[in-house]
């Protein structure tokens, strides 16, 4: 079966040893912390050539052991922590710890943790289904759209079962949960024209996942073979109405980028100034958290021991608040937000995005579309860039649907990167849809690093973009 | 431990081959903030990535798994079976795995100095190119040695040591309107502090251009030169489509013979794909590698692939290099930067959509040159066929040799929409 339900027993039996090592390093360092991570992943990728069965890119289990040393938070990153090990981890963490450096710290004090002890579960809901099945269900699906035009489709079903334990001197924390991925990504070709789409969501259920393939393979398809008569856009300044993932894209690179509070730390964020002040139209809300909806980066505590919050970033236009990670909290004399995230137990914690999203508005999207005279209807995700210190934007939609005298043309313009100020983008804002949606399917890198799991998205919104 | 796997892999009959790789890494960091070190790490793992083949009904089926910590010989033999339980389900066309004919270690050359010594020169390096108003508000500096072992059940037996020294830097520049600051990722294969210097001093140079940098209306139709990262990823996604699955998958638009350029471009244009070091000639499947000539004079020469897809092709796999070498151009730095044209050296990210004959990106510093004048420029974008970008490439002599990619360090590509 994909999922086990259960917590693993390596996080259990290593418990007692990891709390023996926090203890003995108390002793010399004012803060010591270890979170220990045991995800199990599968994917399962089938397309019209091979089949593959591999660990997901998040698995992984180790250990990573967190001192306040000489005014330096310290880290050590271990697969193991066990008997044998124990005494020769304890000393190299304090070699590391206790090195003198000519180079002057930052003076950073400890943590302030509330007491806490508990176990968060959130199980994989409804059916399991075992490789074997989930191979088949593929393959048939594989084989029912791979014809005509359509050349190829590469299509996967992802499990994730995320396991970890942080644990401190006043903390113990367990969380197990569950998130599976779908995606298929079709090929379409016309002579020697061939056009691409992808489509991808992810669920709290296997089985919801599986209910769901017909949609995501019926719609890929249909993509890749309407991008055959895309033709590229003339640049310009247009009216858009986007689709949940474009509002997604534009509410994590264009802003969510900008609030994460270690840039603050770092002077690296325009929006530090801005706090109190209106940054977007009246119609926007904006919220980011593991807690703020059920998706792909909802946790139960983060990589710093910090407990999921529903941070309300943008409230009616105003700019309310960041979010960060622990350490940038400290720094900055805030209280931390939940956004303390790891790319592995071999990387280090910084602010990051969890669950990134513009809530609903009032309007229908039918009124939406009927009040543009010229514009495009621009839809999913292709990639984006941030800008937090000078809040340039680029996003990149796989395409847009033409609307003339509100109504769809039938013309599709592809590929669509927008770009701008982020201010005048976020002040353009003038519909918002009343329906909103998550997309629990991507990963999002700090720079061109630190790729984590992030959903986004939202209600369609109506705004003025260069594309081109 | 790799022994203690082996050995478990061979009792179990239904294992037809495996493959195990190893990767040990060890990793020194350190975090500066404002010019402050906030946080240092240390990271010292070592993985196995293993996958089971099973043969039957003359078909192969794999499936891998991940250890990462010792265990015990119930707990791998569990592990074995789960991935049989699947690789029984996977019908793919048989191939076989590479075969090695001995032993082989290669080794990079590490670096001279300890993390602790090279963290303060760089540190160093990085302090004294600031001042108050030109400054790093972020350095991340990752020393990493990585040690690979790959062993197969038909004796492939290759290992390698490979180093790297990456930087991540935020150079800012506290302008009189407003503070700005640019992104840089270094990454560097021997430790060489002259290099780093001229970086440094570059990106100083960069991020006060930004600061200077006003957006101007009506550029219009402007030759563009990329540099450095940005020529990379031009060269890089010409050659995508000639990967063996793309080929077996009928997704390449040009066949072996073809031209990807027009009959007349301003540059024939020439891509390989090369190992970047005598560590890395090997790659995952333990095939042993060379230069693989992709792109001659513009023509499609080979495709270039994994051991399994070239195998389905029914064509000696080259396996897949680390690095793309580019032939040099014949235009000198004077030559190319003649006439009117946006020097481009900062985007967002460029974007390149070979499919849909896309090239473009958002600009945060560019360098418009007038006939000897020079304006930094911000807040537009470019646009333009990457097809006609192939065509009308102008290539500098200058050549660099970065993390991935040789080759020249400067493109000039005609008549892009700027807006």
């Given at each position: 079966m994909m999922y086990s339900n259960k917590v693993s027993k390596f996080l259990l039996k290593r418990k007692p040893l990891v709390r023996k090592l926090i203890d003995v390093l108390s002793n010399e360092f004012e803060y010591v912390s270890c979170l220990v991570t045991d995800v199990k992943g599968t994917r399962i990728v089938v397309d019209k050539t091979v089949t593959n069965v591999t660990p997901t890119s998040l698995t992984e289990s180790g250990f990573v052991v967190r001192v306040l040393g000489k005014n330096v938070y310290t880290e050590y990153s271990i697969n193991d922590i066990n008997d044998?090990?124990?005494?020769?981890?304890?000393?190299?963490?304090?070699?590391?710890?206790?090195?003198?450096?000519?180079?002057?710290?930052?003076k950073t004090i400890k943590f302030d943790e509330e007491e806490i002890t508990k176990t968060f579960i959130r199980n994989n809901k409804g059916q399991d289904f075992k490789e074997d099945e989930i191979i088949d269900i593929l393959t048939k699906k594989v084989n029912e759209y791979v014809k005509d035009e359509i050349?190829?489709?590469?299509?996967?079903?992802?499990?994730?079962?995320?396991?970890?334990?942080?644990?401190?001197?006043?903390?113990?924390?367990?969380?197990?949960y569950t998130w599976t991925n779908s995606a298929a990504f079709a090929i379409s070709r016309v002579e020697s024209s061939i056009k691409e789409a992808y489509s991808g969501n992810g669920y709290p259920s296997l089985e919801e996942a599986i209910n769901d393939l017909d949609e995501v393979f019926k719609y890929s398809t249909k993509v890749a073979k309407d991008l055959q008569k895309a033709k590229p856009p003339t640049p310009g300044i247009y009216t858009i109405i986007t689709n949940p993932s474009i509002t997604g894209l534009i509410a994590h690179e264009a802003f969510g980028h900008g609030v994460e509070m270690d840039m603050y730390v770092k002077d690296r964020a325009k929006s530090k100034d801005y706090i109190g002040k209106s940054v977007a139209s009246p119609l926007i809300t904006m919220h980011d958290g593991a807690k703020a909806t059920l998706s792909s980066a909802s946790y139960f505590f983060d990589d710093d021991g910090v407990l999921a919050q529903d941070t309300v970033i943008i409230d009616k236009g105003i700019l309310k608040r960041g979010i960060s990670d622990a350490l940038s909290a400290l720094e900055l004399g805030t209280s931390p937000t939940g956004n303390g995230r790891r790319e592995s137990y071999k990387r280090k914690s910084y602010t990051r995005m969890t669950n990134t999203f513009f809530s609903k508005g009032k309007s229908t999207l039918e009124d939406m579309i009927k009040s543009v005279d010229?514009?495009?209807?621009?839809?999913?995700?292709n990639n984006g860039m941030e800008d937090p210190k000078n809040w340039g934007i680029q996003c990149t939609a796989s395409y847009g649907l033409e609307i003339k005298d509100g109504k769809f043309t039938g013309n599709i313009i592809s590929p669509v990167v927008m770009s701008g100020y982020v201010i005048d983008l976020l002040e353009s804002i003038s519909m918002v849809s009343n329906k909103e949606k998550v997309i629990g399917s991507g990963s999002c890198g700090k720079g061109y690093k630190e790729w984590v799991r992030v959903s986004d998205g939202g209600a369609s919104i109506k705004a003025r973009v260069k594309i081109g | 431990m790799i022994k203690s796997i082996i050995k478990t892999l061979k009792e179990i009959k239904e294992v037809s081959d495996y493959s195990i790789i190893e990767s040990k890494e060890y990793s020194n960091q350190a975090f500066f903030v404002l010019g402050k070190l906030e946080t240092t790490r240390v990271v010292n793992v070592t993985e196995y990535l293993v996958t089971i083949y099973n043969r039957h009904d003359s078909k192969i089926g794999s499936s891998s798994f991940v250890i990462s910590h010792k265990l015990s010989k119930k707990e791998l033999i569990a592990k074995i079976n789960e991935a049989l339980?699947?690789?029984?389900?996977?019908?793919?066309?048989?191939?076989?795995?590479?075969?090695?004919?001995?032993?082989?270690?290669?080794?990079?050359?590490?670096?001279?100095?300890?993390?602790?010594?090279?963290?303060?020169?760089?540190?160093?390096?990085?302090?004294?190119?600031?001042?108050?108003?030109?400054?790093?508000?972020?350095?991340?500096?990752?020393?990493?040695?990585?040690?690979?072992?790959?062993?197969?059940?038909?004796?492939?037996?290759?290992?390698?040591?490979?180093?790297?020294?990456?930087?991540?830097?935020?150079?800012?520049?506290?302008?009189?309107?407003?503070?700005?600051?640019?992104?840089?990722?270094?990454?560097?294969?021997?430790?060489?502090?002259?290099?780093?210097?001229?970086n440094v001093e570059e990106a100083i140079e960069d991020v006060k251009a930004r600061s200077e940098a006003k957006k101007i209306e009506g550029i219009g139709e402007c030759d563009i030169i990329l540099r450095n990262n940005d020529t990379f990823s031009f060269f890089e996604n010409a050659i995508d489509d000639f990967s063996y699955r793309s080929v077996l998958s009928g997704e390449n638009k040009n066949v072996i013979g073809d031209n990807i350029q027009s009959l007349k471009p301003k540059t024939k244009i020439s891509i390989s794909l090369t190992p970047s070091s005598k560590a890395n000639s090997f790659d995952r499947d333990g095939i042993l590698l060379s230069k693989i000539d992709v792109i001659k004079d513009g023509k499609v020469l080979n495709y270039y692939g994994s051991n399994q897809f070239g195998q389905y092709l029914g064509i000696k796999p080259s396996g897949v290099p680390d690095s793309l070498f580019v032939k040099k151009g014949n235009k000198d730095k004077e030559q190319l930067f003649e006439g009117r044209f946006l020097e481009v050296i900062a985007l967002s990210g460029i974007q390149i959509e070979t499919r849909a004959n896309y090239i473009g990106g958002e600009i945060r510093l560019a360098i418009l040159h007038e006939n000897g004048k020079k304006t930094p420029v911000s807040g537009i974008s470019f646009s333009g066929s990457y097809e006609d970008a192939l065509n009308s490439a102008l290539l500098s002599k200058e050549t660099i040799k970065i993390k991935g990619y040789e080759g020249p360090k400067y493109i000039k590509i005609k008549n892009q929409n700027v807006m």
């Open positions: 044998k090990n124990f005494n020769f981890v304890l000393e190299e963490i304090k070699k590391e710890a206790l090195k003198k450096r000519n180079i002057e710290p930052v050349i190829n489709v590469y299509s996967f079903i992802e499990c994730n079962e995320y396991q970890k334990m942080f644990i401190s001197k006043k903390k113990e924390l367990i969380q197990y010229f514009g495009y209807y621009i839809c999913d995700t | 339980y699947a690789s029984k389900f996977i019908f793919n066309k048989d191939y076989s795995l590479v075969e090695g004919l001995k032993k082989k270690s290669i080794n990079d050359k590490g670096f001279e100095d300890s993390f602790d010594v090279m963290v303060e020169k760089i540190h160093s390096i990085y302090s004294n190119a600031s001042n108050e108003i030109a400054k790093f508000n972020a350095v991340e500096v990752f020393y990493n040695e990585k040690k690979n072992h790959v062993v197969n059940s038909k004796c492939v037996n290759l290992s390698n040591t490979v180093y790297s020294l990456n930087i991540e830097s935020i150079p800012s520049f506290n302008g009189k309107d407003e503070k700005v600051e640019l992104y840089r990722f270094d990454e560097y294969v021997s430790l060489d502090y002259d290099l780093i210097k001229k």
